[in-house]
């Protein structure tokens, strides 16, 4: 299995971006897809998720009504849009794939840096 993020970078606070995650390897269309974070001397911690038939997501606190995943099983990809950025967004995010068992499957990560 494979989990490649794609997306990250250096924007300003207020401004946006969009993570990608291409998944192969793995049924995607039976994959329960999340994001994860890192910041800077921080514990990884849950951001968003998306059910497998994209029904249903659920997110963080802290990134309710700014950020919003969603996933294109045609293309085997997730994505998470993520508005109104701030600098305590700044972290690595990670793409994660439950197919059964938990978070069992991690891609590499990207990087997003929100300077004020």
């Known amino acids: 299995v494979q989990l490649q993020a794609s997306g990250g970078g250096l924007v300003q606070a207020g401004g946006s971006l969009r993570l990608s995650c291409a998944a192969s390897g793995l049924t995607f269309s039976r994959a329960i897809m999340g994001w994860f974070r890192q910041g800077p001397g921080k514990e990884r911690e849950f951001v968003a998720a998306?059910?497998?038939?994209?029904?249903?997501?659920s997110y963080a606190d802290s990134v309710k009504g700014r950020f919003a995943i969603s996933r294109e099983d045609a293309k085997n990809t997730v994505y998470l849009q993520m508005n109104n950025l701030n600098p305590e967004d700044t972290a690595v995010y990670y793409c994660?794939?439950?197919?059964?068992?938990?978070?069992?499957?991690w891609g590499q990560g990207t990087q997003v840096t929100v300077s004020s």
């Open positions: 994660t794939a439950n197919v059964g068992s938990g978070w069992e499957y």
């Open positions: 998306v059910s497998w038939s994209g029904g249903r997501t």
